[in-house]
Nanobody, 124 residues
Framework: QVQLVESGGGLVQAGGSLRLSCAAS????????MGWFRQTPGKEREFVAS????????YYADSVKGRFIISRDNAKNTVYLQANSLKPEDTALYYC?????????????????WGQGTQVTVSS
């Protein structure tokens, strides 16, 4: 069982930055690939970024590539999402997730555990 708690969301102006964090419980964090997803009302949850268990490989949605950076610290059981050059269309509830999928894991079904989300609002 893995429990995930996101933090770091907030209100920011367009062009600004936020650093989201996701703290995981348990001693098996390094066994999981980690992902970030986001969701707005009335829309499906969409993939943002993922990182493999060791952190060697990262993957991004085209919409955030070049602006967002995913990273992890297995010693701290934490995964991060550095969101730069934010746009109003990045406004969403951001979730982190843990799964055992190797490699590129963009599907919602690849993940077994989810946090409660942290709200990011970007004003124009």
């Amino acid at each position: 069982q893995v429990q995930l708690v996101e933090s770091g969301g907030g209100l920011v102006q367009a062009g600004g930055s936020l650093r989201l964090s996701c703290a995981a419980s348990g001693r098996t964090f390094s066994s999981y690939a980690m992902g970030w997803f986001r969701q707005t009302p009335g829309k499906e949850r969409e993939f943002v970024a993922s990182i493999t268990r060791t952190g060697v490989n990262t993957y991004y949605a085209d919409s955030v590539k070049g602006r967002f950076i995913i990273s992890r610290d297995n010693a701290k059981n934490t995964v991060y999402l550095q969101a730069n050059s934010l746009k109003p269309e990045d406004t969403a509830l951001y979730y982190c997730a843990a799964g055992r999928c190797p490699g590129y894991c963009s599907g919602y079904g690849n993940y077994d555990y989810w946090g409660q989300g942290t709200q990011v609002t970007v004003s124009s």
